[in-house]
């Protein structure tokens, strides 16, 4: 393995935040809306008889998971909520001037196990709930009559994962029309080579697929046009005979002069068109923005970005949100990556498997780099908990049951549908596979020391951890067969097993997981391996591990944003271990991490009763000042500032501090007084840079609501509405629970009621929740047309609010 890895790569991206997460071939329409599901395995469901009359009529995406019960007689680790086996329909015309073309249906998504049929003719199963795929349905088309496309959806194994996956058709839907000869599906593919201030080889390789019975002259265009002034600014064109239904692959180079990079500050975009004509007409094209960047990791150094060396401060993720489930609208996820952005956060770890293309669509526009994971488990299954996260016995489902048919092609078509966005700069083949004795042991665990645990020692009987290596050299072929711009990682758990088996070094970067203890150690013994933080707490000491070691180029915290799952014993929800809570506001750890990650002026203030131990510092200390009076309490300060002072109602208390390298956390012991505390960051001329103030609240009298946007899209826009209830004083009363009501009239609907609180096992289906500390966030999308959305909300005794959005088109 080479001590230095660089990588030049030109990237397809969209700038927009519509849905535009289609194929990139022919004409895609969405094929979202008047769908028929039940939540029942009935016989003939793909009947082409009018069975579905009385099921429930919706619109896609649509996590049936998400609309339980939340009951402790279900799996812990998947959030205690149900899952089962469903049936969706959708009856539908495709016009006779339709009938000179192809007819493809995609699915972003559709956990798990699913089965598509048309006309009743099955076209296709597939059992990975993340993976997005496509059938042709040309041969069962009945052209100026009506379809029926119905899907099975087998989620029955809902003890499968380690966290919520949702159930059901949760991603977009597309059908496709295409010409007989036409762009493959995820067909176009770019790098650039040659990069420099002055200019970059933009080299394309578009694949194009022939249907039809005869030979096809085709003529392929390649041009990118500069975004401010519209005008092509390089091109190329070729021609080529493509054989009878076969595919065939076009390469071109464009020269690209003075290219504007794609970075973190500035991600730049470029528009790439690709326009295929036969005959002189146009047959297919595609419209894509493109991002250049070059890539370079290096085992001492560790990572440059575009020649400037970065250090990754990155957080995992999965794929819900809260009272959402795993059906995301995009607008979600754009206010959360906002959040973490701004917080000082530069990179996403998608765990641990391929995610809605929304996200990358989105961190490839607001300059957020990518770790894209495969797999959670290999050939055989790990422990899934259900009493609660490591208690009781486990259970084993999951997707090692179609590891070994499908493995191989679910990783290609990561790779193939992934590959084009700038904001992916890792592609992971797996997640804590090599986790010791879950499955795989190794005779190495009968040895023990300070630096490594043993995990209760070597078992014979079970798998040999010698097995993953021969796994690892397969995957990391098929990555780097279909893309040379990235490195191949993976999320070691097991690093001392590990080592002793080939896999770490199959790979050209390698992730350690709660391991920093090993970081010196094997950057001595293995010095050409390249090494990060895959997966690491949120402690200060993780945080030095990797901020005073060139070698170690970054860490990814667990956890981004608390997410359903992986639960602890009832009642919880999931796991909120996040920067940001189930509902994307930034939680006191988020603060803390602020202080620490991002290059502006970060400060805040949280309290607590003066705890038994006196060197408890905690990074959870909540925004708020009501205690009894005199009660000793801890006053804690998350900042960036060099010099930190306290005030009490306008008087300074206790000494001006700087800041403590060893905690991260500056902090006085003050008795509580009522009224106005304030902590203010001075430069070192002792000047003010940043403020942060809390004040003792009165009882609630009142409900303020803010909101994120006026105007939404008509087509299915959303707004973020935060709820906060506050004294006559409009102090936030943080102790404050009661039930909220939200109504909505006009053109809208309510997606759902946050709190953040995971103790909380309450219906969240309906329009009445209790909020927590005082706040809860509603989601409010529009339900398609054009006019006033009036939400109210009614707490009782307090006045009711009422805010007024405008559904729009645009």
């Known amino acids: 393995m080479k001590t230095k890895l660089v990588w030049g790569s030109i990237i397809f991206m969209l700038l927009t935040f519509k849905l535009e997460a289609k194929p990139r071939f022919g004409n895609a329409v969405l094929f979202n809306k008047d769908w028929k599901f ?157 990069i420099s201030d002055t200019k970059a080889n933009v080299e394309v390789e578009t694949t194009i697929k022939n249907t039809t019975s005869s030979l096809s002259n085709v003529e392929i265009t390649q041009e990118i046009v500069d975004p401010i002034t519209g005008k092509v600014i390089a091109s190329q064109k070729g021609k080529k005979k493509i054989n009878a239904n076969a ?40 419209e894509q923005l493109i991002g250049i960047r070059t890539l370079e990791f290096d085992a001492n150094k560790g990572f440059a ?28 996820w754009k206010r959360r990556f906002e959040t ?23 961190c490839d526009a607001l300059g957020l780099l990518v770790m894209d994971e495969a797999f959670d488990e290999w050939e055989f299954p790990k422990r899934k908990w259900v009493e609660g996260w490591n208690v009781g016995t486990p259970e084993f489902q999951g997707s090692s049951s179609f590891f070994k048919d499908w493995s191989e092609k679910d990783l290609e078509d990561m ?77 070691l ?33 293995y010095p050409n391996r390249v090494l990060y933080g895959s997966e690491t707490v949120h402690s200060m000491d993780s945080w030095k591990a990797t901020r005073d070691k060139d070698y170690v180029f970054g860490q990814f915290i667990w956890t981004g944003i608390d997410y359903l799952g992986e639960s602890g014993v009832w009642p919880a929800r999931g796991f909120n271990s996040g920067l940001l809570d189930f509902g994307g506001f930034l939680k006191p750890r988020g603060y803390f991490r602020k202080a620490l990650w991002s290059p502006k002026p970060s400060i805040y203030l949280g309290t607590y009763l003066l705890p038994s131990k006196a060197n408890h510092l905690s990074m959870d200390a909540i925004a708020t000042w009501n205690y009894k009076p005199n009660e000793m309490i801890r006053v ?104 909220v009501t939200c109504t909505v009239e006009g053109p809208g609907k309510l997606l759902g009621l946050e709190s953040g609180n995971n103790s909380d096992m309450t219906s969240y289906s309906d329009n009445v929740h209790r909020i927590y500390h005082g706040r809860i966030l509603a989601y409010i999308q529009s339900s398609g047309g054009e006019g006033e959305i009036k939400v109210k909300f009614s707490i009782p005794w307090l006045p009711e609010a009422i805010v007024t959005i405008k559904s729009v088109k645009n």
């Open 247 to 286: 595919n065939s692959v076009f390469n071109q180079t464009l020269n690209l002069n003075k290219p504007k990079r794609w970075s973190l500050e500035t991600p730049f975009l470029y528009q790439l068109k690709t326009i295929v004509k036969s005959g002189g007409k146009i047959i297919d094209k595609s």
């Open 38 to 194: 039940i939540l029942s395995d009935i016989k003939d469901g793909a009947s082409l008889e009018a069975i579905d009359a009385k099921w429930r009529s919706l619109n896609l995406p649509h996590d049936w998971s998400i609309e339980g019960t939340y009951s402790p007689d279900k799996a812990s680790c998947t959030g205690y909520l149900p899952g089962g086996i469903g049936w969706y329909r959708k009856t539908f015309e495709v016009p006779n001037t339709q009938k000179d073309k192809k007819v493809y249906i995609y699915f972003e998504g559709v956990y798990n196990k699913s089965e598509v049929f048309i006309n009743g003719k099955s076209v296709g199963k597939r059992p990975n709930g993340y993976i997005s795929f496509m059938y042709d349905l040309t041969p069962y088309i009945k052209y100026g009559e009506k379809n029926v496309i119905s899907v099975r959806v087998d989620h029955s194994e809902e003890r499968d994962s380690r966290w919520y996956t949702g159930s059901g058709i949760y991603r977009d839907t597309y059908l496709v029309y295409a010409s007989p000869v036409h762009i493959n599906l995820w067909g176009v593919y770019s790098k650039a080579t040659n």
């Open 340 to 362: 973490l952005k701004e917080m000082g956060c530069n990179a996403i770890r998608l765990s641990h498997n391929p995610q809605s293309s929304d996200i990358y669509e989105l």
């Open 636 to 739: 804690v300060c998350y900042s960036n500032a060099p010099k930190n002072k306290l005030i009490l109602n306008g008087k300074q208390i206790g000494d001006v501090k700087g800041l403590d390298d060893k905690s991260g956390i500056v902090y006085w012991d003050i008795p509580y007084q009522a009224g106005k505390l304030e902590v203010t960051g001075l430069d070192n001329d002792n000047k003010s840079i940043c403020t942060y103030v809390i004040e003792s609240s009165d009882r609630p009298i009142k409900i303020n609501v803010t909101v994120d946007k006026n105007n939404i899209n008509s087509d299915l826009g959303l707004a973020h509405i935060t709820i906060q209830v506050v004294d006559k004083n409009g102090v936030p009363v943080m102790i404050s629970d009661e039930e």
């Open 493 to 525: 758990a097991g690093v001392i097993m590990s080592n002793e088996t080939e896999y770490p070094f199959a790979l050209d970067v390698a992730g350690y997981n709660y391991t920093e203890g090993r970081y010196e150690m094997d950057h001595k013994k």
């Open 415 to 491: 790779i193939l549908r992934d590959r084009n966005h700038a904001s992916i700069f890792m592609w992971s083949i797996g997640n804590e596979v090599d986790y010791p004795n879950d499955p795989y042991s190794h005779p190495v665990l009968n040895g023990a020391s300070i630096n490594q645990p043993v995990y209760g020692g070597y078992l014979p009987n079970s798998p040999n951890a010698e097995r993953l290596g021969d796994i690892a050299k397969r995957f990391s072929a098929i990555v780097r067969k279909l893309d040379t711009s990235r490195p191949v990682t993976a999320a």
């Open 305 to 332: 970005l575009n020649g400037k060396w970065t250090k990754i401060k990155g957080v995992c993720i999965h794929h819900d949100a809260g009272t959402l489930g795993s059906a995301v609208p995009k607008d979600v």
